[in-house]
Every structure is written in C-alpha cells, then in structure tokens.
C-alpha cells in the first residue's frame, strides 16, 4: 500500500499540486456520507416543529406540543396484540412492523417508539371498560382521520419551508473529469480535463437576482509531451426586474400565502379539535343510552313473560278469555324481538364506536355505563325542581271544559340551565372564537392580494440584466497547450442589457386578472354564507338545548305517570276490574317512557357541548382532553 501511495506522488501530474482535484471528489463522497436521509428528515421535522410552534403562537396565542410520529404502543396495536386479535397483513400492527424492502433508505426506521399510553390503561388482555375522558384520548392517539390532520397541518409547515427556502442563499457544487482519445489525425492524442466551480445564488424579495460562481479547471495532455494549463474564472449576474414582477408584494406573494396557509391549517386543526371532541362524546352517550335501552327492554322481558302466565293462570280459573291469553303471549313474542334488535343494535353501535376512535372493531372493549348514570344525576336536580314546579301547578289548576280558556305556557328560560345563553351572546362568541370565520375572512385578504398580483402581469416589463466575467475557462483537451490563466479584478468581460417587453398581448394575463376579481367576490360571500351559517347553528342549538331541557321534564313525569299506571292496572286486574290489553298497553307506555327520558338526557348534555362547539369556546389539547366553557367566566 505503501509503495502504491509513493508511485503516486511521483506522477508529474500530482507533483504539480493538481492533487487538489481528486481529493474534491472524495471530499463529496464523504459529505454525502454524512447527510444520510435519516438526518435530512430529523432535520425537517425539526424545522417544521419550529414553524407550527411559532405559527400556532401567532394563530392561537399559545403553543402546544405537536408530533406526527406515532408511538408503537398505542392501544390499537396493543389489543392486536394482547387479544390476539386477527390481522391480514404486518402493516395491520404499524410502519414499524413492515419488513425493509430492498434498497430501502433508513435501516433503523421507523423504529419501536412508545408514548401512546392513556392514563390507567395496561393490562388488555381481557375485555376493557373505558370512560368518556379516556375515549376522548384514546381518539387523539388511534383515530385516522385525527391523525390525517395532524399530518395536514405538518405538511403545510413543509410547503412553507419551501417558500421560505426560495429567499435564502442557494449554493451548488460541482467537479468533473472527461476523459478523451482523438484518433482523427496523424497521432492520437489523449487527455484529461477536470474542473471544479462552487457558486452561490440569491433572490431577494425586490425581484431581484444574484448568482456568483468561481471555477477551476485542469487540462492535462496525456500524450504529446503532457502539457497542461489551468484556467480560473469567475463569473457574477445580476437581474433587476423594474416593472412587472417587481416589488416585494409581488414577488413573496408565494411566501404571503404560504405563511397564511399554515395559520389557516391551524386554525382548521382546532376547529377539528372541537367537532371530533364533541363527536366522541356523543357517539359514547349514544352507544350508553343504547346500553340503557337493552335494560329497558330486558325488564320489559321479564315482566311480559310474567303476564302472560298470569293470563294463562286467570283464563285456567275461567276469569279472562282465552283471547286475552293469546295477547298477552303475542306481546311477550313482541317483547322478546324488541329486546334481541336492542342487544343487537347496541352491539353495531360499540363496534362503530370502536372504528371511531382507531380500535379494531372486535377488541373486546366496553362502555362505563356509570357515565351515564353521572349524567342523569346531574340532570335529577333540574328534573326534580321542575316536576315539583309542574305538580303544584295541576294541583292549582282549575278544571274548565272550555278549550278557549286554557293558556298553553310556552317554554322559557326560568329554569335554564347554564349554557342556555341569550342568542345575541351566543353569536358574538361565535364571532370572537369560531376559526372557519377567521380562515373565511383570511381568504377575502388573500383574494386581494391575488387580484393586486393579477393586475401586476398587466404591465410591461421591463429588467435591467448585469454581468462580469474575469479569467478564462480551460474546457477542452486541446486547452492544455495554453498558459495559464490569470485573475485580474480589473480584467473581465464586464456587460448590461436592458429588456423591454411592451404589452401588446396580454389576453392570459386579462383573463387571469377577471377570474381574480371573480375570486375576490366569491372569497367575500363564502364570509357571509360562513356568516349565515354560524347563526343558523347557533340559534338551531339554542333551540335543541331548550327542547331537550322541556323534553326532559316531560319525559321524566311520563316515566312517573307510566310506572303508577301499570301498578294500578296490575291491581284493577287482580280484582277483576280491568282487561289484560288495559297491562299490555301500560307496560307498552312504561318501556316508550323509559327510553324517552334516557333520550332526552343524553340529547340535553350533546346539546350543551354542541353550543360550545359552534360558539367556538370548548377548548380541547393535544391529548384531545376538553375543556368546557364557564360562561360568566365564574
């Protein structure tokens, strides 16, 4: 080795001090080594987690933490796992699990990662009850379409890095060998030409452009006596548009945008935020209220089973019909389908629940049916004052037979509940807090903005260009019979032009500028339909929260009415005095009673969220925990 590294010095050619021009080469081949793509991308997820945490600053007021990259423990995998739960393909478990094909680039990614645990859940072995707080994290981790949003709002910092990356020093390396025989006269001639050249560009917000580049060549003879000649050379340009095209507001306007974009996907992602929040919520209460259905129906089971054998005790001592039997037997048939389609339609509703959230439809998961007994003791006070309200009114009332005479009492906001707000309120919080008004209004701006740089393209344009070379290349073989190069400051090729062009056609840019106007117009009525759209939400939940709050007091004194009804009709049957369809139709009433108010509480508290949502005031973090809205600020 030794003995091959001392032949090669002794080569004229290197003595000469042209080693310069193989160790470039490797110099690249070593730089290249250390830019590896796992660090190009670590250093982009860096750059974007720097834009969104500076752009949510700007668009919220406050930063959160912010990850696209999924831990490989979160529960979706690990109920594939530890329930041994079927899947098609390695892909089914994450990126981490799939095989590296060939040639792939990052050996050691994606790689095993954890942090998708949610508070309190370990063991999934077995079936696992969840709470509506740990629902509503466990979204934020397994949901693919939380997740595809959050990958929205990355890749628009990436689109903006981009933008940025357009004003900022551009600088290009380059070095080359050729290599050439020619053989088309007298004796051939071989040789070797390499050059080098680094350069760097800019362009500036003005419009205007900058380039320098400095090169170096070496032309070697091979044969010939092996002469040779080195050529040095520099070159500087310039190009300064002064009509068309000029001015930062033209020129960055893709960079405007840009940085816009990246608001607006923020503001999109909190907005989303709220709605998957208040989404989850209500899926969860309604998968609870089915629950709470299939143990309506199953007590209504029970108790059509226990008529029909005291129909059938009744009509064996001769004190009903037998068609009264065959009733009550037909009920109980009817019972018993209500109760299967219950159990049934519970189970479609978790499974969909499930699929909601990211978890594998057969994971053997549960609901906390507790919530929903929190829920209706919640709601007991109001319940229970307005029942007590409604009874001394009936005791008070007098009997009339004049329809005329009776007052109907429309509802009203006596018995309110805490975010039944006034509707002025209720929209000026929608105004101050809603973010698709912000990203509607954003986008009039931007509409503006597009009509002004439409309107730019109109003009003529005129560009001052600007040169200086200095040295001389030494570019082909032949060159090598030349003396070498010289760089002298004061010695160049120094040149300027002048470009006009008038604007005689501009039927691409006219069209352009109508559409943007056009644009403009339609960016100001999405902002009214935004507008229209935002009041009429508003106001249809306002209503919803006073009809489910009415709902509840009615439905809770039917349950009151209905239960009474079939202990009296129970009693009238053991005496004789009452028919057994007089049991059927009051058991009927009781099951319809039941799965109304379960109904109505769950309706009243998705209808507190639901304002919360659309007035834009439910505030929900990165773990996809809320928080609610106090309004009065106490």
Not at 75 to 95: E, V
Not at 101 to 117: C, M, R
Not at 128 to 156: C, H, M, P, W
Not at 350 to 374: C, H, M, Q, R, Y
């Amino acid at each position: 080795m030794k003995k091959n590294v001392h032949k090669l010095f002794k080569n004229k050619h290197l003595r000469d001090g042209h080693l310069f021009f193989l160790v470039v080469p490797l110099c690249g081949l070593i730089l290249q080594a250390g830019c590896s793509p796992a660090n190009y991308r670590k250093d982009m997820d860096k750059t974007a987690a720097k834009i969104i945490s500076e752009k949510q600053l700007e668009a919220t007021g406050k930063t959160s933490p912010f990850s696209i990259e999924r831990p490989s423990d979160i529960l979706r995998r690990k109920l594939l796992s530890d329930q041994n739960l079927p899947i098609s393909t390695p892909a089914s478990l994450g990126t981490d699990n799939l095989k590296k094909i060939k040639y792939w680039p990052e050996k050691d990614y994606p790689a095993v990662t954890t942090g998708g645990n949610v508070a309190e859940i370990n063991e999934v072995n077995g079936p696992l009850t969840i709470t509506l707080i740990q629902a509503l994290q466990i979204g934020a981790r397994n949901s693919f379409d939380y997740q595809t949003q959050k990958e929205t709002v990355f890749q628009s910092a990436l689109s903006l890095e981009l933008e940025r990356h357009a004003f900022r020093n551009t600088f290009v390396g380059q070095v080359q060998n050729l290599l050439s025989t020619n053989t088309t006269g007298d004796r051939a001639v071989s040789g070797t030409v390499t050059s080098g050249n680094i350069g760097v560009s800019r362009k500036l917000q003005s419009g205007a452009e900058l380039s320098t580049s400095l090169a170096i060549d070496l032309a070697n003879l091979l044969t010939l006596g092996g002469a040779s000649s080195v050529g040095l050379a520099g070159d500087a340009s310039i190009s300064i548009p002064l009509l068309r095209g000029s001015g930062s507001h033209i020129v960055a306007e893709p960079l405007t945008q840009a940085e816009r974009n990246t608001v607006y996907a923020i503001w999109n992602f909190e907005k989303y935020k709220k709605e998957f929040a208040v989404n989850t919520a209500s899926k969860y209460l309604a998968v609870l209220q089915q629950l709470d259905s299939i143990a309506n129906s199953e007590a209504d089971y029970r108790s059509r089973i226990d008529s029909a054998k005291r129909s059938r005790r009744l009509a064996d001592a001769g004190r009903i019909q037998e068609i009264e039997v065959d009733q009550a037997v037909q009920n109980e048939l009817s019972s018993r389908q209500r109760w299967i389609a219950a159990t049934q339609s519970y189970k479609k509703q978790l499974d969909s629940f499930k699929t909601f959230l990211g978890l594998p439809p057969d994971a053997a998961i549960e609901l906390d049916p507790n919530e929903l007994k929190v829920l209706a003791t919640t709601m007991s006070r109001l319940i229970n004052e307005k029942t007590e309200e409604n009874k001394l009114l009936d005791d008070n009332q007098t009997p009339t037979d004049n329809n005329e005479l009776i007052k109907l009492a429309e509802p009203d906001y006596k018995d309110a509940g805490p975010y039944e707000m006034e509707e002025a309120v209720a929209i000026k919080l929608a105004f101050e807090n809603r973010y698709d008004l912000k990203v509607a209004d954003g986008q009039t701006y931007d509409a503006q903005r597009a009509a002004i740089v439409a309107a730019d393209a109109l003009g003529a344009e005129l560009t001052l260009l600007g040169s200086a070379t200095i040295g001389s290349r030494r570019s082909k073989v032949s060159d090598a019979t030349s003396d070498n190069a010289r760089f002298v400051a004061d010695r160049g090729v120094f040149s300027t032009l002048l470009t006009l062009d008038l604007p005689f056609d501009r039927t691409q840019e006219s069209v352009d500028y109508r559409n943007s106007i056009i644009g403009l117009e339609q960016a100001v009525r999405n902002v009214q339909t935004t507008e229209d759209t935002t009041k009429t939400e508003v106001r249809n939940t306002l209503r919803d929260l006073l009809e489910a709050r009415e709902n509840m007091y009615i439905q809770a004194k039917a349950v009151s009415v209905a239960q009474k009804r079939v202990k009296s009709v129970n009693m009238f049957l053991e005496a004789g005095r009452a028919q057994i369809r007089d049991l059927l139709e009051a058991q009927d009433a009781l099951l319809s009673a039941q799965n109304s108010l379960t109904a109505a509480v769950v309706n009243y508290r998705i209808a507190e969220l639901a304002i919360q949502r659309d007035t834009g005031v439910l505030e929900v973090d990165e773990k996809g925990l809320w928080k609610e809205y106090t309004p009065g600020g106490v």
